[in-house]
């Protein structure tokens, strides 16, 4: 068998490597217009299929809606329609879920990521209520975040299958540490919806198993690397692809001890991005920190 051959991968399929951006702050506390546009810029030309503003990496839960908008606008625009922007979309509450997917669609998004923040527990039938008139608000696809580890309020399995079921939702990105679950969504969605890996699997793992690509703090700081494995992956050549994860891997044990914000900004501060620190109250890397990045970005060749 080939890997997924019945998924046609175009410019309107999602596949491939989608670095999760920081958020670059200026000290006057603004957006940094210019700094993010470079590096979106270097990360199109190292190769990235896609751009993810707004993930966890880009501190979504910490900022506030002009600032959530200001970002989306600067990687819209940086992007220029060569790759797709797949932007964040976080609330607690629906009707605000539903404004942000709106405002993205028509800042010129390609999607939108799908995450539920809650306060309070919310049942199955709430939680396929939030995702399905995200969906339904816009005309773009969506992708589902999951994330066992830091949500409240989970997608169980029987939920993302109802949910494969709305036109619109096209993928899933897991953020567990548990690729056997992952295996129980790709069987239960049955092709209905494609699945992303994220920095917590193993992306040749989840490749071999039917995953289209990964999204991923540490592509921000690793590109090329990242953008070459996924090309083993796709011509099937495992071996070379294991061989080049290992590294890969080291980078994301790494990133696994601290805060990722803190490790990826402390990353592109190394290679000379002044993404500036995480927002209060998050801590940026510590000394320690710092040289574990440096030691793992020097052995992938990313310094």
């Not at 992007?79 to 922007?85: E, L, Q, T």
């Not at 028509?106 to 919310?122: K, M, T």
């Not at 999951?146 to 109802?162: A, G, K, M, W």
């Not at 991923?216 to 011509?235: D, I, K, M």
């Amino acid at each position: 068998m080939g890997w997924l051959p019945e998924i046609p991968l175009s410019e309107t399929h999602f596949h491939g490597v989608f670095p999760y951006l920081v958020s670059p702050f200026a000290t006057s506390g603004e957006v940094d217009a210019e700094v993010l546009a470079r590096l979106c810029n270097d990360l199109i030309g190292a190769g990235v299929h896609g751009l993810t503003p707004l993930g966890s990496t880009g501190e979504f839960a910490y900022l506030s809606r002009a600032q959530r908008r200001r970002v989306v606008e600067v990687v819209v625009q940086a992007a220029r329609r060569r790759v797709p922007v797949v932007a964040g979309v976080a609330s607690t509450t629906t009707a605000d879920a539903v404004s942000q997917a709106r405002e993205f669609e028509r800042l010129g998004c390609s999607g939108i990521l799908a995450i539920l923040e809650a306060y309070f527990p919310v049942p199955d039938e709430g939680v396929f209520a939030y995702f399905k008139a995200i969906a339904e608000a816009v005309s773009i696809p969506v992708v589902l975040y999951t994330n066992p580890n830091f949500q409240r309020s989970d997608l169980s399995l029987p939920v993302i299958e109802r949910l494969s079921r709305v036109p619109n939702v096209r993928y899933l990105k897991d953020a567990s540490s548990n690729t056997g679950r992952l295996l129980s969504i790709i069987n239960r969605v049955e092709g209905r919806m494609h699945v992303f890996a994220a920095s917590s699997h193993i992306p040749v793992c989840v490749m071999m198993i039917g995953g289209v690509g990964w999204m991923a703090g540490p592509a921000c700081v690793a590109p090329r690397q990242s953008v070459e494995l996924y090309e083993l992956c796709r011509r099937g050549d495992w071996a070379a692809a294991m061989e080049r994860q290992r590294p890969l891997w080291n980078l994301n044990q790494a990133f696994a001890k601290y805060n990722l914000a803190a490790c990826i900004k402390g990353g592109l501060q190394l290679q000379g991005y002044a993404v500036g620190a995480p927002l209060p109250p998050q801590a940026p890397l510590s000394p320690e920190g710092i040289e574990e990045v440096r030691r793992a970005l020097a052995a992938l060749g990313a310094l």
